[in-house]
């Protein structure tokens, strides 16, 4: 079984519970939940974007040597930043797909400062699971960009909720596990 990696948000940690309820929901499926470096050395501000995506080569590295194919993702930065290594135009990290919870379109009131330029190079399958209510991107603004993604692409919309999908963890972790059971 095609093993899953995942990074946590921005302010978050790999023990975010999402995170644990994803990892529990996919077993017998290995799941491995890693932190990016700024978080490993108790710092809150994220590095940029050239380490974090080292990061998450490093991270994948041991699970790609076993000759498996990998599933990366995770919440919002991690996901956009797993996104962008498989994307990347010189070396794409290889993927059977990814696992992109509330993807951070844009920063919040800033619809002008896409976060897009890369979801053209995407070619392997996508699931997105956002709130309807995401400041981060509109259900209208995703499905607008992400259709420009050569890949397949899947929606999972959280009625009313917001970029946190606090109180949904169970809803995110069953649509993780029912899209990696089609793939």
Same mark, same amino acid.
């Given at each position: 079984?095609?093993?899953?990696?995942?990074?946590?948000?921005?302010?978050?940690?790999?023990?975010? *519970?999402?995170?644990?309820?994803?990892?529990?929901?996919?077993?017998?499926?290995?799941?491995?939940?890693?932190?990016?470096?700024?978080?490993?050395?108790?710092?809150?501000? *994220?590095?940029?974007?050239?380490?974090?995506?080292?990061?998450?080569?490093?991270?994948?590295?041991?699970?790609?040597?076993?000759?498996?194919?990998?599933?990366?993702?995770?919440?919002?930065?991690?996901?956009?930043?797993?996104?962008?290594?498989?994307?990347?135009?010189?070396?794409?990290?290889?993927?059977?797909?990814?696992?992109?919870?509330?993807?951070?379109?844009?920063?919040?009131?800033?619809?002008?400062?896409?976060?897009?330029?890369?979801?053209?190079?995407?070619?392997?399958?996508?699931?997105?699971?956002?709130?309807?209510?995401?400041?981060?991107?509109?259900?209208?603004?995703?499905?607008?960009?992400?259709?420009?993604?050569?890949?397949?692409?899947?929606?999972?919309?959280?009625?009313?909720?917001?970029?946190?999908?606090?109180?949904?963890?169970?809803?995110?972790?069953?649509?993780?596990?029912?899209?990696?059971?089609?793939?």
């Amino acid at each position: 079984m095609t093993p899953l990696l995942l990074f946590p948000g921005a302010g978050s940690s790999a023990s975010s *519970p999402s995170l644990v309820a994803i990892e529990h929901a996919v077993a017998p499926r290995l799941c491995v939940r890693a932190d990016f470096p700024y978080r490993k050395a108790g710092r809150k501000a *994220p590095d940029r974007p050239p380490v974090l995506l080292q990061a998450v080569r490093d991270e994948a590295a041991p699970l790609l040597a076993t000759g498996e194919s990998l599933l990366l993702g995770g919440r919002s930065m991690g996901g956009r930043i797993c996104s962008m290594a498989v994307a990347d135009v010189d070396d794409p990290l290889p993927a059977a797909g990814l696992v992109l919870i509330s993807y951070p379109l844009h920063p919040p009131g800033r619809p002008d400062t896409l976060r897009v330029e890369h979801l053209p190079r995407i070619t392997v399958p996508c699931l997105f699971v956002s709130g309807t209510k995401d400041a981060f991107g509109t259900p209208d603004e995703l499905t607008k960009w992400t259709a420009t993604i050569p890949g397949p692409v899947t929606h999972v919309w959280i009625d009313g909720k917001g970029h946190d999908l606090k109180g949904a963890d169970d809803r995110i972790a069953l649509a993780v596990s029912d899209w990696l059971a089609l793939l």
